[in-house]
């Protein structure tokens, strides 16, 4: 009842998105006549593709066609000094407005992100004001949004990709600055996204299995009281876990599979889910009232055949709303890829089918077969045992962080001493600490950036009351490097629409050379060779599990794109035979477990639409960036070189740092040299 009492909310507000922008009939030809006419033949290209794009987004409310035909007459910018001069003003407006509005966020957001005493109710409604909320909104109103779109171009990815070789810096300025108006999409049809975006994740959430009350065949209970695990990280981590134990792990892991394979088709009971009243013996799928009793809760009390992928549906038809306000666009699966993270979706299922069909595969499924000493079974798709053992005492690096790093400040006066072992000159080294504030988190550490020079980004870590301890250090380490990138990707780069790095994987990516480095800056030696083999079997064997769970996610979003109006038990089957077809091509020669189908478990597929392909590009973006650091020999200068380069398309940064676009090519080269190293016995 709840989900259909969403999806009417849902539909109210379509119906209100749909009538309230009636379309204005506008005199394009008269207008495009009359501009080349004053500005000449010259510009007609310019003129016609202004046009076209302002009425892609004009609405009645916007005006009448008198209006639309005097507002363009009098902004179009005809001659080249016009133009730079409000390319300039906009330049200079724009990095002001984004940069002052994030300092504000931030200084509202202080109380709740700092470690500075009590949080009051007031201080939660303080973090939770966004005020940059209604700036597109306010920009459309004003019509600064309509001067943008008919006097800059909107692209396609296509183009950007094909011809953004040959641009000069100006036409990449002048591309992110129109791709800031890409969209006009309406508050009602944002509000039903909100919606349905809590709604789903509010779904997973609480999409807990207490595990006391799962039982084997006979009716033996495998895991401790009070244990609630939660779909799917919890319940793929307790697989991880227990490769530790010899024993009981062989046995749990086998009924944790079942469970995921029973949430991944819905035969799961309803009742079971977050219920600890009840017993499960998820293999004959049996349930009966608890025989012990180790936890109150209220059960779920989910409804319909298939809730999971109601969910799913749910989640879909609130993102197809966006469709029609996003023309260069039109679907989710574009707007993903081409929009969001820019690497079209080709190109990304070439690189996920390149390393899930990768030689490695069998290799490295021989080596985890010979350590486990027993054939693969579908579940060691997450075997956690390439780790070589940690090369030093936890308990002794957590007293050396502690002693060396009682404040914040202390942690900031050896940042000179950081930049320079990294290979930065001792005037650079200087440079980036006096460029990053140090502040004590309330939470585990986060980097925060700036968007206009003259402000600083910030470096949130945690310092308990004795000190920083070592895993406060790693991620100091880790945010230090979004910080460096962040200074050099504002403070370097030409124009203000250009700042940043593309994408989250590269400033990762390159977060993480740092991190990796963390112990040497604490003086103590590099990793062994072996730990650093360990390191990358591990790396490839993730991206191999997370490349297949992206494949599926991805084909079911076409499957829903030209099947709009399945219902949840038709998405149901469809992601079943999805997750079987892909696990039968490319993990059943490895791991066995004919139609498993497991890779269909993972949350985000409910509720985080299309973003799992982002965590095998993070993989693959990391291993080229490292083995870019070790080629050229220094971090410092290649890492500056690298992060000001600016926000074009990832593949055209790629290229500029590491001589190629993105491509598997690093991982599955570290992966053989590993697996080389290893089989050797190094
Ligand atoms: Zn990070």
Not at 639 to 656: H, I, K, Q, T
Request: aromatic residues 10%.
């Amino acid at each position: 009842m709840r989900s259909s009492a969403r999806s009417w909310g849902i539909m109210v507000l379509f119906m209100a998105a749909t009538t309230a922008f009636a379309q204005v009939s506008l005199p394009l030809d008269k207008v495009e006549t009359q501009l080349v006419a004053k500005y000449g033949e010259a510009q007609r290209g310019r003129i016609h593709k202004g046009l076209h794009q302002v009425s892609e987004f004009w609405r009645a409310e916007d005006g009448n066609a008198e209006d639309f035909e005097g507002f363009t007459a009098d902004n179009f910018a005809g001659d080249q000094q016009t133009l730079d001069a409000l390319f300039d003003r906009l330049q200079f407006a724009f990095e002001s407005l984004d940069g002052h509005l994030l300092e504000v966020g931030r200084d509202w957001r202080r109380q709740s992100d700092l470690d500075l005493g009590t949080v009051y109710p007031f201080d939660d409604i303080m973090n939770g004001f966004d005020v940059t909320a209604h700036i597109s909104d306010d920009l459309f109103e004003n019509k600064l949004a309509f001067v943008v779109l008919l006097n800059f171009p909107l692209t396609t990815l296509d183009e950007r990709l094909k011809e953004g070789h040959n641009w000069s810096r100006r036409q990449w300025a002048e591309t992110r600055l129109a791709m800031r108006f890409a969209d006009r999409v309406p508050a009602s049809v944002n509000a039903a996204l909100a919606t349905a975006n809590a709604s789903t994740s509010q779904f997973v959430d609480s999409y807990n299995i207490w595990m006391y009350h799962v039982v084997d065949g006979s009716g033996q209970r495998l895991f401790p009281a009070n244990m609630r695990l939660l779909e799917h990280w919890n319940l793929r981590d307790q697989i991880k876990a227990d490769y530790a134990d010899p024993s009981k792990g062989l046995p749990r892991q086998r009924l944790v599979l079942k469970v995921m394979e029973r949430i991944v088709d819905q035969t799961i009971p309803s009742e079971v889910v977050d219920n600890p009243g009840v017993d499960w013996d998820p293999v004959s799928n049996k349930v009966g009232p608890a025989k012990e009793k180790d936890a109150d809760n209220q059960p779920r009390g989910l409804t319909g055949p298939a809730p999971r992928y109601a969910a799913v549906l749910e989640a879909f038809h609130a993102n197809q709303l966006l469709d029609k306000y996003s023309p260069t666009a039109p679907t989710l699966i574009k707007r993903s890829f081409d929009e969001g993270r820019e690497i079209p979706e080709d190109h990304v299922r070439a690189m996920l089918e390149k390393i899930v069909s990768s030689p490695m595969v069998p290799r490295v499924a021989a080596l985890i077969k010979s350590r486990l000493n027993r054939p693969l079974e579908p579940f060691d798709l997450w075997y956690s045992g390439f780790q070589a053992r940690a090369a030093y005492d936890e308990a002794k690096l957590d007293e050396m962080t502690r002693k060396r790093y009682p404040t914040p400040e202390a942690y900031h006066a050896d940042m000179p001493r950081f930049f320079e072992h990294f290979g930065f000159t001792p005037e650079k080294a200087k440079f980036l600490a006096d460029h990053i504030i140090v502040d004590p988190a309330r939470g585990s550490g986060h980097a925060m950036f700036a968007l206009r020079r003259g402000d600083l980004p910030h470096l949130r870590t945690r310092i308990a009351k004795d000190g920083m301890d070592y895993k406060g250090f790693n991620i100091a380490v880790h945010e230090m490097g979004h910080n460096v990138e962040q200074i050099f990707s504002l403070y370097n780069v030409d124009y203000h629409s250009m700042a940043g790095v593309p994408n989250t994987a590269i400033t990762e990516a390159l977060a993480f050379v740092f991190q990796r480095r963390d112990l040497e800056l604490l003086g103590l030696a590099k990793p062994a060779a072996n730990a650093e083999a360990m390191y990358t079997l591990n790396e490839f064997w993730n991206t191999y599990e997370i490349s297949g769970v992206a494949l599926v996610d991805m084909e079911m979003w076409h499957w829903l794109y030209d099947h709009p109006d399945a219902n949840a038990e038709q998405l149901r089957d469809a992601v079943v035979q999805i997750s079987k077809d892909v696990w039968s091509k490319y993990y059943e020669p490895a791991l066995g477990g004919h139609d498993c189908t497991l890779l269909g478990i993972y949350a985000h597929m409910v509720n985080n639409s299309l973003y799992l392909p982002n965590y095998a590009i993070g993989h693959v973006i990391a291993f080229q960036i490292e083995q870019q650091m070790r080629k050229a020999g220094k971090i410092g200068s290649e890492f500056e070189r690298m992060a000001s380069y600016g926000d074009v398309a990832p593949d055209l940064w790629m290229e500029n740092a590491t001589g190629s676009p993105i491509s598997a090519d690093a991982l599955l080269k570290a992966t053989e040299d590993a697996l080389t190293g290893v089989e050797k016995g190094a």
